[in-house]
């Protein structure tokens, strides 16, 4: 399943155990909402989630606090969150914010 805003898309892997979430794109204020609603739209998956951002070439602080709702929602589940991957910049936001802790080896 695909979702969509300008610049910016989700792609959704249900059968991946962990789920799959792929973002591309610009991920700020105007596509927060998008993976935001995509996160919430998750089936409930024992094996937790898994975020790739390696395909996002921007990332603000509406993207920032879209992933910490989802970090409180899986530790609230018992589930795991993990960003498996990241491209360069977006990393570099990861560590100037003290969020890699998130980041898989």
């Known amino acids: 399943m695909t979702i969509g805003a300008p610049h910016f898309n989700v792609q959704i892997d249900p059968d991946a155990e962990p789920l799959r979430v792929v973002a591309d794109g610009e991920l700020?204020?105007?596509?927060?909402?998008?993976?935001?609603?995509?996160?919430e739209d998750l089936p409930a998956s024992e094996a937790g989630v898994e975020l790739d951002l390696s395909g996002v070439s921007?990332?603000?602080?509406?993207?920032?606090?879209?992933?910490?709702?989802?970090?409180?929602?899986?530790e609230a589940a018992g589930t795991r969150?993990?960003?498996?991957?990241?491209?360069d910049a977006v990393r570099r936001i990861f560590e100037m914010t003290g969020l890699t802790s998130l980041l898989a080896p």
């Open 81 to 87: 969150f993990t960003v498996s991957a990241a491209s």
């Open 58 to 74: 921007f990332i603000d602080s509406s993207g920032l606090r879209v992933i910490a709702a989802q970090v409180q929602r899986s």
């Open 28 to 39: 700020d204020a105007a596509s927060a909402a998008t993976l935001a609603g995509a996160l």
